[in-house]
């Protein structure tokens, strides 16, 4: 089955202790992003990449790293977590550039940081 | 800057009844719409897509959308809801950027 998998679902870190949120897809997809939805303003993107090793910042990148050293996965990492990055997290890929299939969303993960 | 408006927060109807969903964008080039829904503890699905050619898109469940250029609108309808129409709902543009910007979404509880 064609899906973006996610890992954890669920995640209570305190503040300052690294994390990562794994993001892996299955379809050969090229090009992978990061958004965090909040209530009241929707979706942002943190970071994409258009293939491997090739990464630029999104609209809200501020406290996150991502890398892409394979195509499949796309790792978002909290060097220093703070509570202000608790939100509602989705990876989410695409097949290129083109927008013909739009993206497929992972199923989130729900960040809380005390 | 790309930008994308949805007019309604929070909508409640009853089991039957019509719905629009209002989107607006602000962006001068050729676009790339979307309408995307989050039913309660899922993620992302798309419902339809926009590209080029006829403005009336239909997509899956019943739901449609219509181009309007004029209007920079991308207004969701449908003619008739259920309960397990229940979600919320996102509207989302691309232009030549790429980058898929969405708007804040409508949360939409339908009553049985």
């Known amino acids: 089955e064609a899906q973006v998998t996610q890992n954890p679902r669920y995640l209570i870190t305190v503040t300052g202790k690294k994390l990562t949120v794994t993001c892996s897809q299955n379809?050969?997809?090229?090009?992978m992003s990061w958004y965090r939805q909040d209530p009241g303003l929707g979706l942002r993107q943190i970071y994409y990449s258009m293939n491997v090793e090739v990464t630029d910042k999104g609209d809200v990148p501020e406290g996150y790293k991502v890398s892409r050293k394979e195509k499949r996965n796309f790792p978002l990492i909290l060097e220093s977590p703070s509570p202000n990055q608790t939100s509602l997290y989705f990876c989410?890929?695409?097949?290129?550039?083109?927008?013909?299939?739009?993206?497929?969303f992972g199923s989130g993960t729900r960040l809380t940081v005390v | 800057a790309q930008s994308v408006s949805q007019h309604n927060h929070h909508v409640i109807l009853s089991e039957a009844a019509s719905l629009e969903l209002g989107c607006n964008y602000s962006y001068g080039g050729t676009v790339n719409l979307f309408w995307y829904v989050q039913y309660p503890g899922q993620h992302l699905q798309l419902l339809l897509k926009?590209?080029?050619?006829?403005?009336l898109v239909k997509g899956i469940k019943g739901f449609e959308a219509e181009f309007i250029k004029s209007k920079f609108s991308f207004n969701l309808r449908k003619p008739s809801v259920q309960w397990s129409d229940t979600a919320e709902y996102f509207c989302?543009?691309?232009?030549?950027?790429?980058?898929?910007?969405f708007g804040t979404g409508t949360l939409l509880a339908v009553q049985p």
């Open positions: 926009y590209f080029s050619g006829d403005p």
């Open positions: 379809m050969n997809h090229e090009y």
């Open positions: 989302a543009v691309s232009g030549a950027t790429n980058k898929l910007i």
């Open positions: 989410a890929s695409s097949l290129g550039m083109g927008w013909d299939y739009g993206y497929t």
